[in-house]
């Protein structure tokens, strides 16, 4: 079965300071990954996907990510933090075709300091 | 830019009534669902469709029931609403290959 494990439930960054959340998955066949946002109140916005090709994918706000199967993880980065940049991360993972459910993991809460 | 919408955002219920969540996209998806979204955060699949008139029940169970007349349109219904049915409730739509995309939520509490 599918799955998704985000290890840190909160991550505390300095403004200006790198990023790099954490997001490992489970999955039988080539994954379809996703990085979501959710600011508070909010419903969750697509940051970046992975489908294939470059394993380095960019995305909006500044954030990339990078797929490594042999680690079968795709962690999230950004080199610079800014205080807008607060909020909740979902990593999720699906397959290829359509009917098929994505499974999120539970989520990483990003604080960023003064 | 939205192309999916729920309404109402919030919505504050006496115990016993009725209630209707709303989500509709222009995309014209095929697919769409229905996440409940604890305080702690974690996101649950409640409903799912992958068309008209086709619906399933996601992996949490849930006492409210869905419907699917139309592509676009995907609402969500509480016969009996009561204070454990208190939660912020998410509609996604997806086509194919992409990825989900939400709207901004309905913020539900029952008193």
């Known amino acids: 079965a599918q799955s998704v494990t985000q290890p840190d439930i909160h991550i505390t960054v300095s403004e200006g300071a790198s990023l790099e959340l954490r997001c490992n998955y489970s999955y039988g066949a080539t994954p379809y990954l996703f990085w979501y946002v959710q600011s508070p109140g909010q419903g969750l916005q697509l940051l970046l996907k992975y489908f294939s090709g470059d394993t380095l994918v960019q995305g909006i706000k500044g954030f990339e990510a990078e797929f490594k199967r042999s680690q079968s993880s795709f962690n999230l980065r950004k080199p610079s933090v800014h205080w807008s940049d607060a909020a909740e991360y979902f990593c999720?993972?699906?397959?290829?075709?359509?009917?098929?459910?994505?499974?999120f993991g539970t989520g990483t809460r990003l604080l960023v300091s003064p | 830019e939205a192309d999916i919408y729920q309404t109402p955002r919030y919505l504050v219920i006496g115990t016993g009534k009725k209630i209707t969540l709303e989500c509709s996209q222009t995309m014209g998806h095929d697919k769409m669902y229905w996440y409940q979204q604890d305080p702690g955060m974690e996101l649950h699949l409640i409903h799912y469709s992958y068309g008209v008139n086709s619906t399933e029940k996601g992996d949490l169970s849930s006492e409210s029931t869905v419907s699917r007349i139309r592509t676009e349109h995907f609402p969500l219904t509480l016969e009996s609403a009561r204070p454990s049915h208190t939660s912020q409730y998410l509609c996604?739509?997806?086509?194919?290959?992409?990825?989900?995309?939400f709207g901004s939520g309905t913020r539900l509490t029952v008193v």
């Open positions: 999720a993972v699906g397959g290829a075709a359509g009917f098929q459910k994505l499974v």
């Open positions: 996604a739509s997806r086509w194919d290959r992409d990825g989900y995309t």
